[in-house]
């Protein structure tokens, strides 16, 4: 078994090396699959060459991770065989991209030097001719339609450089333009295969019923129209309508809810939820691929081709500097009728550098981020994060951790507190759902041990419990359940009770009446993550001005939130519809817009929002379709997504300004006789590469 040892570590961070060619490089698909499956690690990072492995992971878990590092055989791993047309795998895609990247760059080197080197000088000229092509037929295009923009002054530096005798300029103009086009191509990729995750459900076979008879039959074979059942347990797999049966249905990896919700016959069920109990029978309305989330898909496709890019930004600049340097030439060769010293404005071109510093920057601080285990889908989005002013927060399951606990237990009439805690979890432990779950766990923390001295019990779905205790009938559920359905009194005491819970954060309330009297009400508390109230205060101090709470608790338990977390403002009682109302409302009274949400109900918001979020627990849904996933579960992430866009932007304008100024000032030297254009290409290669290698540098310090 190979060993190891520690070359780098930090709470967090940690990178072990075997040695260098320790494993075969067909390896490393196989190997980063595998540790990727860890429960406490965040990303990956696998070099066959060093022999080393790269772990971004739980800082609170380092002793897990170095219990299964030890436990770690590379001997056992699999080579992997190269990539297939046909392979979906993730890791193996994004090898080949890689590797393609890689080649592509090498032959580009090669092609430079091999034509400058080993070619006579006629072949060099003629292969200089005909890379040139490329260039002048994408400048005449542009001029055609009407445009002077950077291709029409590639194509003309390239071929007065030409004109002028100067091939070997005109090569390194062509080469440098290259490499730009090269990177922006691979940025783009791999972004876009980096933070793709699969949506598809994976569910081979399915039961159906046909001639009152229950068949199983492979998912491939179902059509509209089956009736599909779905019993406890299941995963609903298509969308479609209840035609009988009644069950308590999980939406959490669809709406991001932690509580279940009952169905019944005619109610609409969606592909991708969980059967928590009953058993269903739903006639297929939509197959996997016309889903409701398929749909939703389809729609964030199209919002996002509407948003603006940040490289956009440097070609607008490039472009919009294009005529000025055409008139400074022509004017040059009018007066001077000098084609070289005419050339030196064109042998200095302000694109070249400005494209691919602003691409180098916007990598760097993708990676960067990444190491902040925040992945971004884009340079976008990052300028999004930088201009945006309102943040808007869905709470459950972001500004909570969707994980219903007791907050209080308030007994009633002669009954006291441990009373009427064991009896409700004494009922709720034969029904388990999320608010039953902690009912449960609240007595066993409290060591209340309780003993079944009631009568069978009838579970009434989505309303409660009911029993007989001690003669008496016992029941415990909602406000519905308790004073509607079985007409327990609700005096003003109660009604007072009740207002003082919500006031204190209570999220729900469960009602416990034995012999149609009130015995206790149970208030549960959706916790707020620790670090919450901190980050609201950190985004505030780094540019936002309004940050809002969207719920669908009531208004006295939203106030309340709002209030400890010193909110700017929130909205209550708010339906998942009415969610991208609100950001489009936002947006049309001139704010830019970030949405922090994970449920399938968020994504209409987080798809019209300037730029959306999803946590690293989010639905599915809302994790492939946010523009930034936070791997880890931390909201300090957001802080520090703020403060990295916020550097990116100033190092790219500061990067704009200093190219402008040392460009001009070449252009400057070239037109009074102090440079010779060659000299001047020369220094405007070199600080194009000083330009770009300075903007690999981290932004944020540790």
Known sequence: MLTYQIVHDIPGRMRIRYGRYAFSKNIEPSLCSELKKWQMVFQIE??????????????????????????????EFTPVIPLTENDKSYELMQKNIKDHYFKNFGILFFKRYFVKWLLPLPFQRISCFIMACQYFKKGLHSLKKGKIN????????????????????????????????????????????????????????????????????????????????????????????????????????????????????????????????????????????????????????????????????????????????????LTML???????????????????AIKLSTSISIISAMQEASKHSIMVKGGKYLEAMANANTIVFDKTGTLTHATPSVQEVIPLQNYSRDEVLSIAACLEEHFPHSVANAIVKQAEIENLVHYEEHAEVEYIIAHGIATYLHGQRAIIGSEHFIFEDEKIEKTDEIVNLIHDLQNRGSSSLIYLAIGQQLAGIISIYDPLREEAKQVI????????????????????????????????????????????????????????????????????????????????????????????????????????????????????????????????LLILSGLFGLLQPSTSALLHNVSTFVFSANSTKPLMKK
Request: aromatic share 6%; charged share 25%.
């Open 537 to 664: 205060h950190e985004l505030k101090m780094n540019g936002f001005e309004n940050i809002v709470m969207l719920t669908g608790d009531c208004e006295n338990a939203a106030k309340h939130i709002a209030k400890e977390l010193e909110i700017t403002a929130y909205q209550a009682n708010v339906l998942p519809e009415d969610k991208a109302k609100y950001i489009h409302m936002l947006k049309d009274n001139g704010h830019k817009v970030v949405m922090v949400g994970d449920g399938v109900n968020d994504t209409p918001a987080l798809s019209v929002a300037d730029i959306s979020i999803s946590m690293q627990d989010s639905s599915d849904i809302a994790r492939e379709l946010a523009d930034v996933t936070l791997v880890s579960s931390q909201l300090q992430e957001i802080v520090a997504l703020k403060q990295l866009s916020g550097l990116l932007m100033k190092r790219i304008k500061k990067n704009y300004a200093q190219i402008v100024s040392f460009n001009s």
């Open 46 to 75: 696998v070099n066959h060459i060093t022999g080393s492995i790269l772990f971004i992971y739980d800082k609170q878990r380092r002793d897990d991770l170095l219990q299964l590092v030890e436990q770690l055989s590379i001997d």
């Open 334 to 352: 009018l007066f001077t009728r000098s084609l070289t010293r005419a050339a030196s404005i064109l042998m200095v071109d302000y694109s070249c």
């Open 150 to 329: 950077v291709p029409v002054l590639d194509a003309t530096s390239i071929g007065v450089s030409m004109i002028n005798g100067q091939f070997n300029t005109a090569g390194n103009i062509m080469f440098l333009l290259s490499i730009s086009e090269l990177l922006e191509d691979y940025t783009k990729k791999k972004t876009t295969l980096q933070l793709k995750e699969s949506l598809s459900y994976h569910l081979d076979k399915v039961w159906i019923l046909e001639n009152e008879t229950e068949l199983e039959i492979p998912m491939s074979q179902l059509k509209k129209d089956n009736i599909v059942i779905i019993q406890t347990g299941a995963m609903i797999p298509i969308d479609g309508e209840i035609t009988s049966g009644e069950a308590m249905v999980n939406e959490s990896s669809f709406t991001g809810e932690p509580l279940s919700k009952h169905v019944k016959e005619h109610d609409t069920v969606f592909a991708g939820t969980i059967v928590e109990e009953g058993k269903i029978y739903v006639k297929v309305r939509n197959l996997q691929q016309e889903s409701r989330i398929s749909k939703i898909v389809d729609m964030i496709d199209t919002n996002e081709s509407l948003k603006a890019s940040i490289q956009a930004n440097a070609e607008h600049l490039a472009d919009s500097i294009v005529p000025f340097s055409l008139m400074g030439f």
